[in-house]
């Protein structure tokens, strides 16, 4: 099933160096506040992983990249592990 994983979370898996590759585990990101206001770079980065619109929903491999755009913008954001 999928488990919600708290922002601190994704922090975590980065910095423990886990080999996503190995294994190809895909989190399902959706943006839950919005990006008006914020800095542009934050924008750029919610547009980049498909966050368009309010409670969008996309599903990504977690890669370290991947990984680390969400983490930019994880106070914008809600990630769930896909099993």
């Avoid at 922002?7 to 839950?32: H, N, Q, W, Y």
């Avoid at 980049?48 to 990504?60: F, P, T």
Wanted: include cysteine.
């Amino acid at each position: 099933m999928s488990e919600k994983l708290p922002p601190d979370a994704v922090k975590l898996l980065v910095s423990c160096g886990v080999d996503m590759a190995a294994e190809t585990k895909m989190i399902r990101v959706k943006l839950v506040r919005s990006t008006i206001g914020r800095k542009p770079e934050q924008k750029k980065t919610a547009k980049a992983l498909g966050l368009g619109k309010m409670n969008s929903v996309v599903e990504k491999e977690a890669t370290p990249s991947i990984l680390g755009m969400v983490q930019t913008i994880s106070h914008l954001v809600e990630v769930e592990e896909i099993s």
